[in-house]
């Protein structure tokens, strides 16, 4: 499928994934997606979790040009690995996860650029920011405890406080039970809890707003998302927008990305 194909039909997908937005399980859209390569669905995908991957890569990264470069690379995976998603907590928590590791990775890529270009500067004396956490850094904490969760009660957590699901609709999402997901969605929030207390952040006061269901998504550009709809499209066919598999089985796509982000790919692995 070439580029311009993919742009006349992206509005037919963009409407076909509103109707699958509301009527399908992730589960169901991946189904659909592996059997068929039913862009459709792919693009109801992105739509649905597009805002969380988005946050995660900026909480870490805080430029918009390189979360949109991982927002990219996260969904262009997705696009070849969806068959590897397991249901323990669903296609929410596994781009979670990835978005997450791309922007470490990148970030880590980033500083070591930045320290070589920076040896024959003189240090410059930093202002001192004082003692209380922004809003980003904690954002920056919650994804990083939150990676460190098991899946099974990353997922709920991902769902309900990140997108903004109840727990009904999680349930729904995940294909559980809403007495599983209660359950889950409580021990995971405990575990939570811990984790953030060892590093002298409470749940209640300071994350009040992303955990009493409030979505920590940031705004994605419309032109973000059909651009990631256009790399992954070729995946029906030909695969020109995709390069050959690197290490740890990611691939780096030939879209508009940055050098910074095309060394992460060749690096960084999911296993």
């Known amino acids: 499928m070439t580029t311009a194909n993919v742009s006349r039909i992206l509005p037919h997908l963009r409407r076909a994934a ?3 937005e509301t009527a399908l399980p992730d589960e169901e859209l991946l189904r659909r997606y592996l059997s068929g390569r039913d862009q459709a669905a792919f693009a109801a995908l992105v739509q ?8 995660v890569s900026q909480s870490v990264l805080r430029q918009r040009h390189d979360a949109e470069d991982v927002f990219q690379t996260a969904f262009l995976i997705l696009a070849r690995k969806a068959g590897t998603i397991r249901r323990s907590g669903g296609v929410a928590c596994w781009l979670h996860r990835v978005a997450y590791r791309l922007a470490l990775k990148a970030r880590a890529n980033s500083a070591r650029r930045q320290a ?3 040896k024959a500067v003189p240090p410059a004396t ?3 920011a004082g003692d209380a956490l922004t809003w980003a850094e904690l954002h920056a904490i919650l994804h990083a405890e939150l990676a460190g969760l098991p899946e099974r009660f990353r997922g709920p957590l991902v769902l309900c ?4 699901l109840t727990q009904d609709e999680a349930a729904k999402r995940l294909g559980w039970t809403a007495a599983t997901v209660k359950g889950r969605l409580q021990r995971g929030r405990e575990m939570l809890r811990r984790r953030l207390e060892r590093r002298g952040v ?3 006061a300071v994350l009040g707003a992303a955990l009493t269901g409030q979505s920590l998504a940031a705004p994605v550009s419309a032109a973000l998302v059909e651009t990631t709809l256009r790399a992954a499209g070729p995946a029906v066919g030909e695969t020109p927008s995709l390069a050959a598999p690197l290490a740890g089985g990611l691939l780096r796509p030939r879209v508009p990305a940055r050098a910074a982000l095309s060394a992460v790919l060749l690096v960084v692995g999911l296993a």
């Open 202 to 204: 409470a749940l209640t």
């Open 48 to 55: 649905r979790h597009g805002a969380m991957v988005f946050a």
């Open 126 to 128: 930093a202002e001192s």
């Open 116 to 118: 070589r270009e920076a």
């Open 161 to 164: 406080y990140l997108e903004g």
């Open 18 to 20: 509103g109707q699958h």
